[in-house]
């Protein structure tokens, strides 16, 4: 299973970004994917779902800022990061919840002004 994520850059505070991940190796449109990001010097934590039917689940911290959706057709699941705070600066990664079979690169963003 292989997972790229990309879209990741400096922003400042308030600002919008999408990032998106490819994923290869599972039935894609079978498999909830979740959204995860690990901040300089703190462990790694999850912040988002979406399951097969589209339901999504998020963690307290981004609910109301960042949206996670997929595109089945494309093998592709985004995370829309909106209004972002300094305290969102992380690496961020998507996998499958529950399994984490393996991780990416994940895809660095800095919140500053």
């Known amino acids: 299973v292989q997972f790229v994520e990309s879209g990741g850059r400096s922003v400042q505070p308030g600002e919008f970004l999408r990032l998106s991940c490819t994923i290869s190796?599972?039935?894609?449109?079978?498999?909830?994917l979740g959204w995860y990001r690990q901040a300089p010097g703190k462990g790694r934590e999850w912040i988002a779902t979406?399951?097969?039917?589209?339901?999504?689940y998020y963690a307290d911290s981004v609910r109301g800022r960042f949206t996670i959706s997929r595109s089945n057709a494309k093998n592709t699941l985004y995370l829309q990061l909106r209004n972002l705070k300094p305290e969102d600066t992380a690496v961020y990664y998507c996998?499958?919840?529950?399994?984490?079979?393996?991780w990416g690169q994940g895809t660095q963003v800095t919140v500053s002004s």
């Open positions: 996998n499958v919840p529950g399994w984490e079979p393996s």
């Open positions: 190796g599972i039935t894609f449109e079978n498999q909830p």
């Open positions: 979406v399951r097969a039917s589209d339901t999504t």
